[in-house]
């Protein structure tokens, strides 16, 4: 019996979806390609994927003719009204049983509606994330699968086939959860990739501005972080950065706007955070600190009339620097706790059954925040899998310890220098908050119920027991209805 040809379809030939085909052609799969543009379609199999197994196609229909059941369709398309726009057209062409896979940046919102609409039509939907850029996309991507979990059986050998590896071999891939438990993941994952680049501009603010270092001399202690605990690809290519110069021969970093873009999706970690009560103070900094350097001409204008402290070094400048390491270390196993803190308080709220180590496993390789730490982590929930938060396993308790002492000299000089240091120091007022017994808020409840009768519990009596004082002698014994918004 004549069977179609290709094993996967792929919809979107922007440079991440072409090197995803070629990937996948590597691994000896026959996929099939169609773009909006159909022009884009010639252009690739006249040009990168000429002498390949790839098949042009120039309508969804002819695209769907040419899958084998049951057909895998991945778009790698614009998140958003795109996708949806994606599916009402490609739901009428598919049989029982056939897949589609987003692999954009979808928020997780978006991937739970979507499973819901897609499987009440007799399909399977995927919403994976893709991490690692496009040379991840090219030679090994992390990815993060989600959704239908019926079609996990039928995704399986492809995906690991062509996902990154890790030091040990394995495959930087695995089933995360129902619905939009893989998107929600990846979403995780940038927000902290937000986190380690914004800790990583703080270092070099410091060894720039606050030690007056040359480029040449911060890409040696870079290049020296690396091959220790902060052996990681931000490190590396921030190594590599530090030593790129033009055709005029400038440093090209000094020469680029202090402006950060950003795309959401750290945004959406924090606003996920807010709504489920976790405090991810570090990914909130960092996206804060982005929107504050997008604000240059304001920047520049107040820069000439707000004064402050004139940054200037003296003492045992080797020692200086080795703190400033401890402290983007210490910082960066915050930043992680509360990441996993966070994805252990979604999967309580949506039913799924995340595997801690496992996603640490998952980061090891290709994705952007790939790094030694990340086997550590692993290491961690596997001594321990119902973790409460990484800061009080032995390893990384012992880590902090060991570096708290020169964290916390870092941010009181940056502080008497008057440099910004949002995420070293956020992170370090975590700490300091996990670790005390009694915070303050006891006053801010009892605040709150002196001008609104919110009420309070207390420490002589069970949790869940709600009080109220009548602080003025003309408030009554009503109370307003106790809830947490």
Known sequence: MDRAPADIGLIGLAVMGQNLVLNLDDHGFTVAVFNRTVSRVDAFLAEAASGTR???????????????????????????????????????????????????NSHYADTIRRTSRVESAGLLFV????????????RGPSLMPGGSAAAWPHLRDLFR???????????????VGTDGAGHYVKMVHNGIEYGDMQLIAEAYHLLRDGLGLPNGEMHRIFADWNRGDLDSYLIEITRDI???RDGEGRYVLDTILDAAGQKGTGKWTVQSATDLGVPMTLVAEAVFARALSALKEDRTAAAGVLGGPVPAFSGDLPAFVEDVRRAVYAAKIVSYAQGFMLMRSAADEHGWALDFGGIADMWRGGCIIRSRFLGDIRAAFARHADLPSLLVDDFFRSAVDHCQPGWRRVVARAAEWGLPLPAMASALAFFDGYRCARLPANLI????????????????????????????????????TTYNA
């Open 242 to 244: 530090l030593a790129g």
């Open 127 to 138: 919403g994976t994330g893709v991490s690692g850029g496009e040379e991840g996309a090219r």
């Open 161 to 175: 086939a062509i996902a990154a590896r890790t030091p040990d071999g394995e495959p930087c891939c695995d089933w």
């Open 445 to 480: 409840q009892a605040q709150r119920d002196y001008f609104g009768a919110h009420t309070y519990e207390r420490t002589d009596r069970p949790r869940g027991e709600f009080f109220h004082t009548d602080w003025t002698g003309r408030g009554g014994p009503v109370s307003s």
């Open 54 to 104: 790839v098949i042009g196609t120039r309508s969804l229909e002819e695209l769907v003719a040419a899958l084998r059941p049951p057909r895998r369709v991945f778009l790698l398309v614009r998140a958003g009204a795109a996708v949806d726009a994606l599916i009402d057209d490609l739901v009428p062409l598919l049989d029982t049983g056939d897949i589609i896979i987003d692999g954009g």
